[in-house]
């Protein structure tokens, strides 16, 4: 039976009823570190730098408690972060992730920006450094990994100020931030795949070859994976001008097999150059996702 | 292959829609966007061959699925290639043709065979011919009065449905030949006759059918009659009453009762007038009891058979005083050697009701021609003081005598003649010589156009001599009519002048109804050559096998459902 305050393990869409993307996340990955009773990630160590004046909203353990009966005054312990991992995410956010097969289903978008809360708040839990690279036709937004407060803040933030873009060019993007990691580290690409997939998988065999663990997040919506509608229907591609007149009942066979055998090759292409994948849907819970990533 | 409702062709344009809405197809289909269109590309391109062949596919099927319809609707009809089956079936039906049933409902078809009448068999199997008939068939209904009946197939069953049986005999072979004859001049592919009837030999007679490109299909008689008898003639005369049986050679006799009543007596009230013992082909004489002067009704009945029909046959007694005769010198030895038989006869008596001879009396008269040629004249005058409308006219040629109430006189050859001239209209004519009065009447007055010797007519040498003078004294003087036989329902119709009842006519049976011996095959193809004889269930297979064609649209329909059932499995396929 689900525990109904685990909110890793409901359904995504009402799950994101509940409040914004910060909320949502944290209840997330409270049920989910609650669920698995132990660090998902590799384990971390600090080294002291500083003290500075407490301030109401830090956390307690922090307190310098010698200082505090000696000199009867609140200081908190400040630490050089020190990791064996720097994070960078990935979202895809071009105009297809701003799609929903179902009015009641978070668009792929949608889905993605909550995961990555996620997974971001639970990495920089661990003291791990996290940083954000927004892209569609072109990056739009990078926010360094870095492990100090109000980084994830600043994470949710720029998942929330980049708007829905246009086309997508996930290479372009992955070039960049080779650039960006100077350490090896960890690259978690989340997009819908709708790109040209040689591009992008020259630029993450590249990532391989610079040392990065690369885990490949391929989020889909249920609805493109049977393709279903009225007798004769004009599906237009969101961003091209593109449009086909179909009937989907004549075509639904043939297409089921060509989304199967594409997240096959993308399986089978990652798999050969060493990179992590996982199909996830939009109406998988986030437990369930963040399960795959553990 | 013909269609009952062509018209129903015109909708094989329909046949076009599916090819026209796949073609000028204007719908705007409703639009949504879809990102994963490149797979969407990728999969109509590995299916487009694939598609392309089943809209093919569909469209071939919907266009012969509307045209397979439409040709169901116009209910087309195939040659089914001859004889077989019974022709029944729904599918079943038959080039326009024209069909002349004969349905024989004389009297012997009222008799009951097997428990059942055979004119119920006759009938059910008419009902079944004519049912069968096509709106396009031409159809008539022969019945035992020989009238040949053109309707509908409707009309005709109703005809069918109210026959029943008829004291009349019905002549089958001038039948039959007049129904072919009518069917032959339609201009029809098929051309049928069926003759229903017991096939009695007496029905045949002498002739035979025999009209080419006619289906002449015969019921084949009952393998068993049963033996009959029947009253084939009563009649009262001089001797008394002379009872005639007719019906199957050979069968046993069989007691006779004759009743006699009054007119207007109730016939329960008859009473018994004499019994005796018949077979068929003998003829009986009964005495009569004394009776009143007057006109009695009498019946003679048989014991109850299977053809009751027969089995009673009326009779007319017409008992009067005999008439007083007084007959001058002129009129020669025989007929005073006739009136002396008369006289002992007690058929006439001496006296001054009647007087026969050359001249007129005051009486009734039966006037000669005088022997001399010079007193001619003068008896015409006399004629014409006397109001009658007859007088002698010159010698006509020889000839022989003809009469329909006088039948002891037909045939009887005269030699000489006056020709009878009426001087206002012919009415009261007896007897003819070549088709010229020779023995007429005009109120008290009896005019012979030849004496009655030997040397004028062969009359006073034959047998019906004292019996022709014993008319002309007791009944044509008096005016009164002879009593006449005719076949119809059994009655009798009285002929009156003023309150007086001057004659009379018996209804009854035609004899040869009684016999009813069925014809052999032998007689029966010598009648009808090149008939096909058969049994109810030969008759219900041949009935119009030449032109028989079966409606395909069921099995069409059922061609369209097999194309619709394919059309839906092409368009489920791959979903």
């Given at each position: 039976?689900?525990?109904?305050?685990?909110?890793?393990?409901?359904?995504?869409?009402?799950?994101?009823?509940?409040?914004?993307?910060?909320?949502?996340?944290?209840?997330?990955?409270?049920?989910?570190?609650?669920?698995?009773?132990?660090?998902?990630?590799?384990?971390?160590?600090?080294?002291?730098?500083?003290?500075?004046?407490?301030?109401?909203?830090?956390?307690?353990?922090?307190?310098?408690?010698?200082?505090?009966?000696?000199?009867?005054?609140?200081?908190?312990?400040?630490?050089?972060?020190?990791?064996?991992?720097?994070a960078m995410i990935l979202v895809d956010a071009s105009r297809s992730m701003a799609w929903r097969g179902d009015p009641s289903r978070l668009t792929k978008r949608g889905y993605a920006d909550r995961l990555v809360a996620a997974l971001a708040l639970i990495l920089l839990r661990q003291r791990d450094a996290t940083g954000l690279m927004t892209f569609d036709e072109a990056v739009r937004q990078v926010i360094p990994a870095r492990v100090k407060a109000g980084q994830w803040t600043r994470l949710v933030r720029g998942l929330i100020d980049t708007p829905d873009g246009l086309g997508t060019a996930a290479e372009a993007a992955l070039r960049q931030l080779t650039g960006l990691l100077a350490r090896r580290g960890l690259v978690v690409l989340v997009s819908d795949l709708l790109l040209d997939r040689e591009l992008?998988?020259?630029?993450?065999?590249?990532?391989?070859?610079?040392?990065?663990?690369?885990?490949?997040?391929?989020?889909?919506?249920?609805?493109?994976?049977?393709?279903?509608?009225?007798?004769?229907?004009?599906?237009?591609?969101?961003?091209?001008?593109?449009?086909?007149?179909?009937?989907?009942?004549?075509?639904?066979?043939?297409?089921?097999?060509?989304?199967?055998?594409?997240?096959?090759?993308?399986?089978?292409?990652?798999?050969?150059?060493?990179?992590?994948?996982?199909?996830?849907?939009?109406?998988?819970?986030?437990?369930?996702?963040?399960?795959?990533?553990? | 292959?013909?269609?009952?409702?062509?018209?129903?062709?015109?909708?094989?344009?329909?046949?076009?829609?599916?090819?026209?809405?796949?073609?000028?197809?204007?719908?705007?289909?409703?639009?949504?966007?879809?990102?994963?269109?490149?797979?969407?590309?990728?999969?109509?391109?590995?299916?487009?061959?694939?598609?392309?062949?089943?809209?093919?596919?569909?469209?071939?099927?919907?266009?012969?699925?509307?045209?397979?319809?439409?040709?169901?609707?116009?209910?087309?009809?195939?040659?089914?290639?001859?004889?077989?089956?019974?022709?029944?079936?729904?599918?079943?039906?038959?080039?326009?043709?024209?069909?002349?049933?004969?349905?024989?409902?004389?009297?012997?078809?009222?008799?009951?065979?097997?428990?059942?009448?055979?004119?119920?068999?006759?009938?059910?199997?008419?009902?079944?011919?004519?049912?069968?008939?096509?709106?396009?068939?031409?159809?008539?209904?022969?019945?035992?009065?020989?009238?040949a009946r053109a309707g509908s197939r409707e009309a005709l069953l109703a005809s069918v449905d109210g026959a029943t049986a008829t004291p009349q005999r019905l002549e089958l072979v001038p039948a039959v030949e007049r129904a072919a004859h009518l069917v032959a001049a339609e201009p029809l592919r098929g051309l049928e006759v069926h003759v229903l009837s017991d096939l009695q030999r007496t029905a045949l007679g002498t002739g035979r059918v025999d009209v080419p490109g006619v289906a002449v299909l015969v019921l084949a008689p009952p393998a068993r009659v049963p033996a009959n008898r029947g009253i084939a003639a009563a009649r009262a005369g001089e001797g008394g009453l002379t009872i005639a049986v007719s019906g199957t050679p050979g069968a046993g006799a069989t007691p006779l009762v004759a009743r006699v009543?009054?007119?207007?007596?109730?016939?329960?009230?008859?009473?018994?007038?004499?019994?005796?013992?018949?077979?068929?082909?003998?003829?009986?004489?009964?005495?009569?009891?004394?009776?009143?002067?007057?006109?009695?009704?009498?019946?003679?009945?048989?014991?109850?058979?299977?053809?009751?029909?027969?089995?009673?046959?009326?009779?007319?007694?017409?008992?009067?005083?005999?008439?007083?005769?007084?007959?001058?010198?002129?009129?020669?030895?025989?007929?005073?050697?006739?009136?002396?038989?008369?006289?002992?006869?007690?058929?006439?008596?001496?006296?001054?009701?009647?007087?026969?001879?050359?001249?007129?009396?005051?009486?009734?008269?039966?006037?000669?021609?005088?022997?001399?040629?010079?007193?001619?004249?003068?008896?015409?005058?006399?004629?014409?003081?006397?109001?009658?409308?007859?007088?002698?006219?010159?010698?006509?040629?020889?000839?022989?005598?003809?009469?329909?109430?006088?039948?002891?006189?037909?045939?009887?050859?005269?030699?000489?003649?006056?020709?009878?001239?009426?001087?206002?209209?012919?009415?009261?004519?007896?007897?003819?010589?070549?088709?010229?009065?020779?023995?007429?009447?005009?109120?008290?007055?009896?005019?012979?156009?030849?004496?009655?010797?030997?040397?004028?007519?062969?009359?006073?040498?034959?047998?019906?001599?004292?019996?022709?003078?014993?008319?002309?004294?007791?009944?044509?003087?008096?005016?009164?009519?002879?009593?006449?036989?005719?076949?119809?329902?059994?009655?009798?119709?009285?002929?009156?002048?003023?309150?007086?009842?001057?004659?009379?006519?018996?209804?009854?049976?035609?004899?040869?109804?009684?016999?009813?011996?069925?014809?052999?095959?032998?007689?029966?193809?010598?009648?009808?050559?090149?008939?096909?004889?058969?049994?109810?269930?030969?008759?219900?297979?041949?009935?119009?096998?030449?032109?028989?064609?079966?409606?395909?649209?069921?099995?069409?329909?059922?061609?369209?459902?097999?194309?619709?059932?394919?059309?839906?499995?092409?368009?489920?396929?791959?979903?």
């Amino acid at each position: 039976m689900v525990d109904s305050r685990r909110l890793d393990l409901l359904d995504p869409a009402e799950v994101a009823r509940l409040g914004g993307i910060e909320i949502v996340a944290q209840g997330v990955v409270e049920g989910f570190l609650a669920g698995i009773h132990r660090s998902p990630f590799r384990g971390f160590s600090v080294e002291f730098t500083e003290h500075r004046a407490y301030q109401p909203g830090d956390e307690l353990r922090y307190l310098d408690w010698k200082i505090l009966a000696r000199a009867d005054r609140l200081f908190v312990k400040q630490f050089e972060e020190e990791t064996n991992l720097r994070a960078m995410i990935l979202v895809d956010a071009s105009r297809s992730m701003a799609w929903r097969g179902d009015p009641s289903r978070l668009t792929k978008r949608g889905y993605a920006d909550r995961l990555v809360a996620a997974l971001a708040l639970i990495l920089l839990r661990q003291r791990d450094a996290t940083g954000l690279m927004t892209f569609d036709e072109a990056v739009r937004q990078v926010i360094p990994a870095r492990v100090k407060a109000g980084q994830w803040t600043r994470l949710v933030r720029g998942l929330i100020d980049t708007p829905d873009g246009l086309g997508t060019a996930a290479e372009a993007a992955l070039r960049q931030l080779t650039g960006l990691l100077a350490r090896r580290g960890l690259v978690v690409l989340v997009s819908d795949l709708l790109l040209d997939r040689e591009l992008a998988l020259t630029a993450l065999r590249y990532l391989r070859h610079r040392g990065h663990q690369v885990i490949v997040l391929h989020v889909m919506d249920p609805a493109e994976l049977d393709l279903v509608g009225p007798p004769e229907v004009r599906l237009r591609d969101p961003e091209s001008a593109a449009s086909v007149v179909v009937r989907p009942r004549e075509l639904a066979g043939a297409y089921a097999a060509t989304v199967r055998r594409e997240i096959a090759g993308w399986r089978t292409a990652c798999r050969r150059h060493g990179v992590a994948y996982h199909h996830i849907r939009t109406d998988m819970p986030f437990g369930m996702a963040l399960r795959l990533l553990a | 292959m013909t269609f009952l409702h062509p018209l129903a062709l015109l909708g094989l344009a329909a046949a076009a829609i599916p090819a026209l809405l796949h073609l000028l197809e204007r719908r705007t289909p409703p639009e949504a966007e879809f990102p994963p269109l490149r797979y969407l590309r990728d999969a109509e391109r590995q299916s487009a061959r694939r598609l392309r062949l089943r809209h093919l596919l569909l469209l071939i099927l919907r266009t012969a699925l509307v045209a397979v319809i439409v040709l169901a609707a116009a209910r087309p009809i195939m040659p089914t290639g001859g004889s077989g089956g019974n022709g029944t079936g729904s599918g079943a039906v038959h080039a326009p043709t024209a069909l002349a049933v004969v349905l024989d409902n004389s009297l012997s078809a009222s008799a009951v065979v097997d428990g059942r009448p055979v004119l119920d068999r006759l009938k059910a199997l008419a009902r079944a011919s004519l049912a069968q008939a096509a709106p396009g068939d031409r159809l008539w209904l022969v019945l035992a009065d020989g009238v040949a009946r053109a309707g509908s197939r409707e009309a005709l069953l109703a005809s069918v449905d109210g026959a029943t049986a008829t004291p009349q005999r019905l002549e089958l072979v001038p039948a039959v030949e007049r129904a072919a004859h009518l069917v032959a001049a339609e201009p029809l592919r098929g051309l049928e006759v069926h003759v229903l009837s017991d096939l009695q030999r007496t029905a045949l007679g002498t002739g035979r059918v025999d009209v080419p490109g006619v289906a002449v299909l015969v019921l084949a008689p009952p393998a068993r009659v049963p033996a009959n008898r029947g009253i084939a003639a009563a009649r009262a005369g001089e001797g008394g009453l002379t009872i005639a049986v007719s019906g199957t050679p050979g069968a046993g006799a069989t007691p006779l009762v004759a009743r006699v009543r009054p007119p207007g007596n109730a016939p329960a009230s008859a009473r018994e007038a004499g019994r005796t013992l018949a077979a068929p082909g003998q003829s009986v004489t009964l005495p009569l009891p004394p009776l009143a002067p007057g006109w009695w009704i009498g019946e003679v009945l048989l014991d109850a058979d299977e053809l009751r029909g027969d089995d009673r046959r009326l009779f007319v007694v017409r008992v009067a005083a005999p008439a007083s005769v007084a007959a001058d010198a002129g009129v020669g030895p025989f007929v005073s050697a006739a009136l002396a038989v008369l006289r002992m006869a007690k058929r006439v008596t001496v006296g001054g009701e009647v007087s026969i001879g050359e001249r007129l009396s005051a009486a009734r008269s039966i006037v000669l021609p005088p022997g001399d040629p010079a007193l001619l004249g003068q008896v015409n005058r006399a004629l014409a003081a006397r109001g009658v409308r007859w007088h002698f006219g010159p010698p006509g040629p020889p000839g022989t005598l003809a009469s329909a109430d006088l039948a002891m006189v037909r045939g009887v050859q005269v030699n000489r003649r006056y020709r009878l001239e009426a001087t206002g209209g012919d009415s009261g004519v007896v007897a003819t010589v070549n088709g010229e009065p020779w023995l007429v009447r005009d109120g008290r007055v009896v005019l012979l156009g030849s004496r009655l010797d030997t040397t004028w007519t062969a009359l006073p040498a034959a047998p019906g001599f004292v019996p022709f003078v014993d008319a002309l004294a007791n009944r044509i003087a008096r005016g009164e009519a002879s009593v006449l036989e005719a076949v119809g329902a059994p009655r009798v119709q009285f002929v009156t002048r003023g309150a007086d009842t001057v004659g009379a006519t018996v209804f009854g049976p035609d004899p040869l109804e009684s016999d009813l011996t069925a014809a052999t095959p032998d007689e029966l193809r010598r009648a009808f050559p090149g008939a096909r004889l058969l049994g109810e269930a030969g008759l219900a297979a041949e009935r119009f096998a030449a032109t028989r064609r079966a409606d395909v649209s069921g099995w069409l329909l059922g061609f369209a459902l097999l194309l619709a059932a394919i059309e839906l499995a092409v368009a489920s396929m791959s979903r």
